[in-house]
């Protein structure tokens, strides 16, 4: 029997989707067998008369096999294997040899041959003997189906699923035209299956024969050629069924990580079908889609007339009869809201089309395209500048794509204890993927790891890990963060795998801490001679500095509800810094020779330890002055002083307060009125003071600091002081876990020593 006998097809296609679509296997056994069935993973799913119909959820590997089909068949591809027992004949006549095939898929164009392995979690996998097997017999594969399928181009695809290619495997498939999918570009052709239907299959089978010819595709268009800076353009008008046979739009997604720079966001649905009702209401688009045409040279046959005079010039385009040879910079939603519309093929739209753009210009027109429309979000100008800036002429440039490529690949490699926790490109935070790529390279961005350079030359000394180029420096430094986080995910693994909301080992202030800690441990290894970073291999360098995270392992394996709130709760841009001092802290209890640089000093201004002395000293000091400065103020103007002394503006904000207050208390039953003075604040004091002739005719000889004599600036710079001690005052009230640092400390003791309030 052929094998197209075992393919599906039209309504049993459609049936067959619905079955492979389930997560379970369905069977009927006699109600005696329950129990064993039980015991060997079945559960019940409905009772009949004299049987139990019971469910098993199928094997990993035939999900993703299920997965893949389902979405081929997504895709609008017409025939397909039924089951997993498909087999097709791969040599001479009579010899039976036979290749089994995971999904087999069959449209116009196109015959799919697709082998999936999955695993159950991730991990490096080895794929030399399977793709050796796949070259001897890919093409009597490939000759048994052009009998059935003459004039269709086959493919050979290789599905993974939990496994990270090794560089070899990736070059064996490569040097034998056998295409690579990982979970991540299923995911992705899956989603947009989902948002534009079968037009998906324009942007999958653009990735599968990129630069391949397309049949009987009428390439001609009207155009008008043009100038425009020093890009040479063309204009035309072309149906969106012809366009989109040749179009790709650079997604940034996982799917096109290695086809740098990518830019695109991700299609909207909704936007799609808004377009469409518009189109098939009679709407249209009067702006251009704007694209970049991948060809050696354009062929342009120049019509009859042409204006002399004109740098213009009218003809005939022809198109590139290829796959993915136009690349959509601007206006992938109009372009892809016609694909199912009535008018694919009956309207014309405006395209103005570069020629041979390189991605950098693509990245850096669709930008400009897009400042004024809808904002690039900062998560996606991170991705696109990975890329964008990784040749940049400038090195500190060059070093900050290099801290966010090395940002991405925490959250794209199987092998990294970040896969699938990292927000990268246009994909949305979730529970468990919460670190920012911001939070991380802002972290790499404070380490000594890379040179810092200013005119080309390096600042003080080379990075610890800096190899002098972007290549080399990631290749040791981001094996060494791999390992560094998998000691935490090893030795953590609950904690490690708990998400945003329960988790506080994988959170952005503890990954940013972490990774401030690697490398003040190796600066620490480093200063003692301990090792030499640039001469010691990341392996080497990662076992080192176990020592020192221990401590810290030890610390979250006992933390306490107040510790973990403590280490999430810190916002803004002190939060993350204040986690990297806690866990400095933990580690150099535990181990006295680690004592980083600034640690002492940030304990002492960071453990309330000033705190009891310090909230006295105010309370004193703000007595005090507002003592002396009402009775000043009473012996210049008398009975008037609060309307003579006082600003206009705090006497308003100063009466305003009173009254609320003194509503509040009255509507509480509390018998207590409040004044006016009552609700002056410090910060008020400094604007009494300097207000019209005040300074010089009362306060100047009073609240000048000794040290503050000479001080230029006049009455501005003089009553400073007064502005530090109300700002130390509302941190005070403002925030129960304030401490006061040693600074502020010796500041409040200064001036409580000058104004005679210590004894009071």
């Not at 803004?572 to 000093?601: C, H, M, N, Y």
Request: overall charge positive; hydrophobic content about 35%; glycine content about 6%.
């Amino acid at each position: 029997m052929t094998f197209i006998n075992e393919l599906v097809s039209g309504t049993e296609l459609k049936g067959t989707s619905r079955k492979r679509s389930q997560k379970y296997i369905f069977d009927k056994f006699e109600l005696e067998l329950q129990e064993k069935r039980e015991s060997e993973g079945w559960l019940v799913d409905k009772y009949l008369k004299k049987h139990v119909k019971m469910k098993k959820e199928k094997p990993i590997d035939e999900q993703f096999e299920d997965e893949v089909w389902a979405l081929l068949f997504s895709l609008g591809f017409s025939q397909m294997n039924k089951d997993r027992t498909l087999s097709i004949p791969y040599g001479a006549p009579g010899t039976g040899m036979r290749k089994q095939i995971d999904v087999f898929a069959v449209d116009d164009e196109t015959v799919l041959f697709i082998e999936c392995k999955c695993a159950q979690f991730g991990k490096k996998g080895d794929f030399k003997k399977e793709i050796e097997a796949i070259h001897g017999i890919r093409e009597g594969l490939f000759a048994q189906t052009r009998k059935h399928f003459p004039g269709r181009k086959p493919k050979y695809i290789l599905a993974t699923k939990n496994y990270e290619l090794s560089e070899s495997d990736k070059k064996r498939l490569d040097g034998m035209n056998v295409h690579h999918f990982d979970e991540r570009a299923i995911r992705y052709f899956t989603e947009l299956a989902k948002h534009i239907g079968e037009c998906a299959r324009y942007q999958f089978l653009g990735n599968l024969f990129a630069g391949q010819k397309i049949v009987a595709m009428e390439n001609r268009v009207p155009a008008i050629e043009g100038k425009m800076g020093n890009y040479t353009y063309y204009s035309f008008s072309i149906e969106p069924e012809k366009l989109l046979k040749i179009a790709y739009v650079l997604h940034r997604n996982e799917a096109n990580s290695d086809m740098m720079p990518t830019y695109q966001r991700i299609i909207k649905k909704s936007r799609l079908k808004d377009i469409q009702n518009f189109v098939d209401k009679g709407g249209f688009f009067p702006n251009s889609l704007v694209i970049s045409i991948d060809t050696k040279k354009p062929r342009f046959d120049l019509a009859t007339p042409q204006i002399d005079t004109s740098i213009s010039r009218i003809g005939i385009l022809h198109l590139p009869q290829l796959y993915r040879s136009a690349y959509i910079i601007d206006g992938q939603h109009r372009l892809y809201g016609y694909a199912n519309s009535k008018y694919a093929n009956a309207n014309s739209i405006p395209v103005v089309a570069f020629i041979n753009l390189d991605q950098d210009k693509q990245v850096e027109l669709f930008m400009e395209i897009n400042e004024n429309q809808k904002s690039v979000s900062r998560n996606l100008q991170n991705t696109l500048n990975a890329d964008r800036l990784w040749t940049s002429e400038d090195w500190n440039k060059q070093r900050r794509a290099l801290r966010l490529n090395i940002a991405q690949k925490l959250g794209e490699l199987q092998s990294s204890p970040l896969y699938e926790r990292i927000t990268i490109g246009e994909n949305e935070a979730s529970p468990t993927k919460c670190i920012t790529m911001e939070t991380i390279e802002s972290a790499l961005k404070a380490t000594n790891f890379f040179s810092r350079y200013s005119k080309g030359n390096i600042i003080d000394k080379n990075g610890t890990f800096d190899r002098g180029n972007n290549e080399a420096t990631r290749k040791t430094l981001l094996p060494f963060l791999t390992r560094c986080f998998n000691y935490f995910k090893e030795n953590l693994s609950e904690e490690w795998e708990a998400n945003d909301v329960h988790g506080t080992v994988v959170s952005n202030n503890s990954i940013y801490a972490m990774i401030r800690i690697f490398n003040d441990i190796i600066d620490h290894l480093d200063a003692a001679k301990k090792l030499t970073p640039s001469n010691t291999d990341e392996i080497t360098l990662a076992d080192e500095t176990e020592y020192y995270l221990a401590p810290l392992v030890n610390f979250f394996s006992k933390i306490t509800e107040d510790e973990r709130t403590e280490i999430r709760k810190h916002y803004g841009s002190g939060g993350k810094p204040k986690v990297w001092r806690t866990f400095q802290k933990v580690i150099a209890e535990a181990r006295p020779d680690f004592q980083p640089e600034g640690l002492s000093q940030w304990i002492r201004d960071n453990t309330k330890q000033f705190n009891t002395d310090s909230f006295e000293m105010i309370q004193r000091l703000e007595y005090s002055i507002k003592h002396q400065i009402a009775g000043k103020l009473k012996e210049k103007f008398g009975d008037k002083w609060l309307t003579s002394g006082l600003p206009p503006k705090v006497y308003r904000q100063a009466n305003n307060l009173m009254g609320k207050q003194n509503y509040e208390n009255s509507s509480r039953g509390i018998n207590k009125n409040v004044t006016i003075w009552d609700c002056v604040g410090i910060a008020h004091c400094r604007d009494i003071t300097v207000f019209g002739s005040n300074w010089s005719d009362l306060f100047e000889s009073t609240f000048t600091l000794p040290e503050d004599s000479k001080l230029s600036g006049g009455k501005t710079a003089k009553t400073e002081w007064i502005l530090k001690l109300s700002t130390i005052s509302n941190n005070k009230n403002s925030n129960v876990n304030y401490s006061v640092t040693e600074d502020e400390y010796l500041f409040l003791k200064n001036v409580s020593e000058w104004l005679g309030t210590l004894t009071m």
